[in-house]
């Protein structure tokens, strides 16, 4: 699907180009239009055009119809072309930054000659934004604090975005049976929610075979290296990608040493010492003598260590736990037995109720929450009350239909107001099944009043679930301000359970946050959150992120058959 995506971000950036031109008020309207509509196609827009059927897709005319097969074709659009050199200003790096749209971009364009983030956060710096008309001091401010969010994100890729871009390099690499081992390390390997680089390490009868091939690989702007035993490419999304070859007598301490992470290797590297041994690259030393290094194993072992899964290489207590041989015993994808928040078409879900139903059927859950948003959330067109009556009937009418083995539980995704309340009754609240509250409005609330918000809503006996508790967007919006100690305690009075929201820009709770909660004794659900069929496969970046927080199954509830999990929800 990623085509879509480089179609949709074609289109808007011509929109953002026509819109700051300023010739034309309609057009630039009519790519926005294109653009959402490729953004949430259900198909592969390449097969669209294969069959030249672009004109039957909502928002698609003759004119954007032949944009997007120009760009298919030749990688080109004539007409972006033209307009990069008339308007040449990054657009879709500005209009990137939170609170900074086409208005301001052709403001700053016109008045103080800004052309990218650079430009921008100089002239932010230097004060000279709160001089222009309709910006003031506050809206420099937030600008200024969008760049720093931007920047950090611009720096690192997702993990959930290196990993197909690794697993795409991959599986084109197994496929050469010179190829014996082929892994990737470093931070992928550690899960982390960000990338730097991507590193692969190799084991192959003819190295220079799979470093032809790596060179050759899908998608390379730049080889950066290209020798027998280590070569470097640069992916058109900008990311870095190592390969290295390992002798099959090293490869477990050539895993083991890229993986990392630096302070855990330290650690090791020390515990190495004070045995009177030498721990590098290429092996475990006992003088000349190599005692280990063909597999990470035989390295933990012979340092007195359980092996330690790559998750918890942070140098955080690991190190101490692998030596007392308590390491917990991480949660699987294989423990999950459902999803606990879930949209549809209903609210601002891309799929029906029936087509999320089949694909989460065909994940083998047992249950399968369907929680759409409430009405307070307009642009995602939220249920009233009598909506929400309405779904319960027919989901009860689902469940008696058989057609699904899973139990479909009734939910929603009740907005947290302003004062703590929720936006729907408490009589309609308590025939639902599952029911979350989550933040959405008035995100930048002071810490003291956002703590009340939260706390004061899960006092309500019908809430079982805190959404997103700190509402950040990975590289584009920071958590809220909260005092998450004090969220933790009122939620283990109430019995509200915290959610890991599994989508990959959220991963929210944090690592760090999840260790906190459930040393608290509080309880975790790992939710997609999912709004179309193919997010439902985040459930596993959600277990990646539960296993950096050494959760066990037992400390998660949709790990729990449904009988267990309903009693456990009750409060
Ligand atoms: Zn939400
Ligand atoms: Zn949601």
């Given at each position: 699907m990623t085509r879509n995506a480089e179609v949709a971000r074609v289109l808007k950036e011509i929109g953002l180009l026509l819109e700051i031109e300023g010739?034309?008020?309609?057009k630039p309207r009519a790519y926005y239009r294109g653009m959402r509509s490729i953004a949430s196609l259900g198909e592969d827009i390449e097969s669209v055009a294969k069959r030249d059927t672009?004109?039957?897709?909502?928002?698609?005319?003759k004119g954007l119809s032949e944009v997007i097969k120009s760009y298919l074709e030749t990688g080109e659009v004539e007409l972006l072309t033209k307009l990069r050199t008339r308007v040449p200003v990054k657009v879709l790096e500005l209009d990137?930054?939170?609170?900074?749209g086409p208005k301001t971009i052709r403001l700053v364009y016109e008045k103080l000659g800004v052309t990218d983030l650079g430009t921008l956060e100089k002239a932010a710096n230097g004060g000279k934004?709160?001089?222009?008309?309709?910006?003031?001091e506050k809206t420099q401010v937030q600008i200024i604090e969008g760049i720093q969010v931007v920047r950090a994100g611009l720096e690192r890729t997702l993990l959930a975005d290196a990993i197909s871009a690794a697993e795409r390099i991959e599986n084109d690499l197994r496929?050469?049976?010179?190829?014996k081992q082929l892994i990737t390390a470093g931070s992928t390997r550690r899960r982390r929610?960000?990338?730097?680089d991507l590193d692969f390490l190799v084991d192959a009868t003819e190295p220079e075979t799979v470093m032809d091939a790596f060179v050759n690989s899908?998608?390379?702007?730049?080889?950066i290296a290209h020798g027998p035993t280590k070569s470097s490419i640069r992916l058109e999304s900008g990311l870095q990608v190592d390969l290295r070859v390992l002798p099959s007598d090293s490869f477990g301490a050539g895993l083991q040493y890229f993986t990392g992470s630096v302070d855990h290797n330290v650690r090791l590297r020390s515990i190495a010492q004070k045995m009177g041994l030498r721990l590098n690259e290429y092996g475990l030393y006992k003088d000349k003598k190599k005692?280990?290094?063909?597999?990470?194993e035989g390295i933990y072992k012979a340092l007195?260590?359980?092996?330690?899964?790559?998750?918890?290489?942070?140098?955080?207590g690991e190190i101490e736990a692998a030596q007392n041989g308590n390491l917990p015993e991480l949660v699987t994808m294989n423990d999950i037995r459902g999803d606990l928040h879930s949209h549809t078409?209903?609210?601002?879900?891309?799929?029906t109720i029936e087509e999320m139903l089949d694909a989460a059927q065909a994940l083998g859950y047992q249950y399968y929450c369907v929680s759409d948003h409430t009405q307070s959330l307009t642009i995602a067109n939220g249920m009233d009350e009598d909506r929400l009556l309405k779904r319960i009937e027919e989901i009860d009418e689902l469940n008696a239909?058989?057609?699904?083995k899973m139990k479909i539980l009734k939910g929603a995704e009740v907005d947290i107001l302003?004062?703590?309340?929720?936006?729907?009754?408490d009589e309609v609240l308590s025939q639902l099944d599952v029911v979350t509250g989550s933040i959405h409005?008035?995100?930048?609330?002071k810490k003291e009043t956002m703590t009340e918000r939260v706390c004061h809503a899960m006092e309500?006996?019908?809430?079982?679930l805190l959404g997103h508790p700190t509402g950040r967007l990975i590289g584009k919006r920071s958590e809220f301000e909260i005092d998450l100690e004090r969220v933790f305690e009122t939620a283990r009075k109430h019995n509200v359970i915290m959610e890991l929201n599994a989508h990959p820009q959220r991963l929210d709770l944090n690592a760090g946050n999840l260790r906190a909660a459930i040393k608290m004794g509080l309880k975790i659900a790992i939710n997609t959150?999912?709004?179309?069929?193919?997010?439902?496969?985040n459930m596993r970046f959600g277990i990646f992120q539960a296993r950096r927080g050494w959760l066990?199954?037992?400390?998660?509830?949709?790990?729990?058959p449904l009988k267990k999990l309903m009693k456990s929800i009750k409060k």
């Amino acid at each position: 699907m990623t085509r879509n995506a480089e179609v949709a971000r074609v289109l808007k950036e011509i929109g953002l180009l026509l819109e700051i031109e300023g010739k034309d008020k309609f057009k630039p309207r009519a790519y926005y239009r294109g653009m959402r509509s490729i953004a949430s196609l259900g198909e592969d827009i390449e097969s669209v055009a294969k069959r030249d059927t672009l004109t039957d897709i909502p928002g698609i005319g003759k004119g954007l119809s032949e944009v997007i097969k120009s760009y298919l074709e030749t990688g080109e659009v004539e007409l972006l072309t033209k307009l990069r050199t008339r308007v040449p200003v990054k657009v879709l790096e500005l209009d990137s930054i939170p609170g900074v749209g086409p208005k301001t971009i052709r403001l700053v364009y016109e008045k103080l000659g800004v052309t990218d983030l650079g430009t921008l956060e100089k002239a932010a710096n230097g004060g000279k934004l709160s001089g222009l008309p309709g910006l003031g001091e506050k809206t420099q401010v937030q600008i200024i604090e969008g760049i720093q969010v931007v920047r950090a994100g611009l720096e690192r890729t997702l993990l959930a975005d290196a990993i197909s871009a690794a697993e795409r390099i991959e599986n084109d690499l197994r496929k050469l049976k010179v190829v014996k081992q082929l892994i990737t390390a470093g931070s992928t390997r550690r899960r982390r929610e960000t990338i730097g680089d991507l590193d692969f390490l190799v084991d192959a009868t003819e190295p220079e075979t799979v470093m032809d091939a790596f060179v050759n690989s899908e998608g390379v702007a730049t080889i950066i290296a290209h020798g027998p035993t280590k070569s470097s490419i640069r992916l058109e999304s900008g990311l870095q990608v190592d390969l290295r070859v390992l002798p099959s007598d090293s490869f477990g301490a050539g895993l083991q040493y890229f993986t990392g992470s630096v302070d855990h290797n330290v650690r090791l590297r020390s515990i190495a010492q004070k045995m009177g041994l030498r721990l590098n690259e290429y092996g475990l030393y006992k003088d000349k003598k190599k005692v280990a290094g063909e597999d990470e194993e035989g390295i933990y072992k012979a340092l007195g260590l359980q092996w330690v899964p790559p998750e918890l290489r942070e140098d955080t207590g690991e190190i101490e736990a692998a030596q007392n041989g308590n390491l917990p015993e991480l949660v699987t994808m294989n423990d999950i037995r459902g999803d606990l928040h879930s949209h549809t078409d209903q609210s601002d879900g891309k799929n029906t109720i029936e087509e999320m139903l089949d694909a989460a059927q065909a994940l083998g859950y047992q249950y399968y929450c369907v929680s759409d948003h409430t009405q307070s959330l307009t642009i995602a067109n939220g249920m009233d009350e009598d909506r929400l009556l309405k779904r319960i009937e027919e989901i009860d009418e689902l469940n008696a239909s058989g057609r699904w083995k899973m139990k479909i539980l009734k939910g929603a995704e009740v907005d947290i107001l302003a004062d703590g309340g929720l936006d729907i009754e408490d009589e309609v609240l308590s025939q639902l099944d599952v029911v979350t509250g989550s933040i959405h409005s008035r995100m930048k609330d002071k810490k003291e009043t956002m703590t009340e918000r939260v706390c004061h809503a899960m006092e309500n006996k019908n809430i079982h679930l805190l959404g997103h508790p700190t509402g950040r967007l990975i590289g584009k919006r920071s958590e809220f301000e909260i005092d998450l100690e004090r969220v933790f305690e009122t939620a283990r009075k109430h019995n509200v359970i915290m959610e890991l929201n599994a989508h990959p820009q959220r991963l929210d709770l944090n690592a760090g946050n999840l260790r906190a909660a459930i040393k608290m004794g509080l309880k975790i659900a790992i939710n997609t959150d999912a709004h179309r069929i193919s997010e439902l496969d985040n459930m596993r970046f959600g277990i990646f992120q539960a296993r950096r927080g050494w959760l066990t199954p037992d400390d998660i509830i949709n790990t729990c058959p449904l009988k267990k999990l309903m009693k456990s929800i009750k409060k």
